[in-house]
């Protein structure tokens, strides 16, 4: 099947189509004084860009994503 990829950064809602397809990647880092956070970014974005520039996720979401920074014992932080 053929898809379409597009950016949820950038399609606005009437843009959407049957078979769109929006990518996103997911970046975890353990920060210093036992921190750690979460961003997402588009999936075309370089690891590092998304870490230094994607969107901070909620600590919800984060530990559901990354269950072993979860349950590590550092503290989540949205630097």
């Known amino acids: 099947m053929d898809y379409t990829f597009r950016s949820d ?3 606005r809602p009437g843009d959407v189509h049957d078979k769109d397809v929006f990518a996103v990647k997911h970046v975890a880092v353990a920060g210093p004084n036992n921190t750690w956070f979460a961003t997402r ?3 075309f974005w370089e690891n590092q860009k998304v870490a230094d ?3 901070v996720l909620s600590e919800e979401v984060a530990k ?3 269950s072993a920074l979860g349950r590590s014992g550092r ?3 949205c630097y």
């Open 9 to 11: 950064y950038n399609t």
């Open 41 to 43: 970014g588009p999936a």
């Open 53 to 55: 520039q994607g969107d």
């Open 64 to 66: 559901s994503i990354f």
């Open 75 to 77: 503290e989540y932080m």
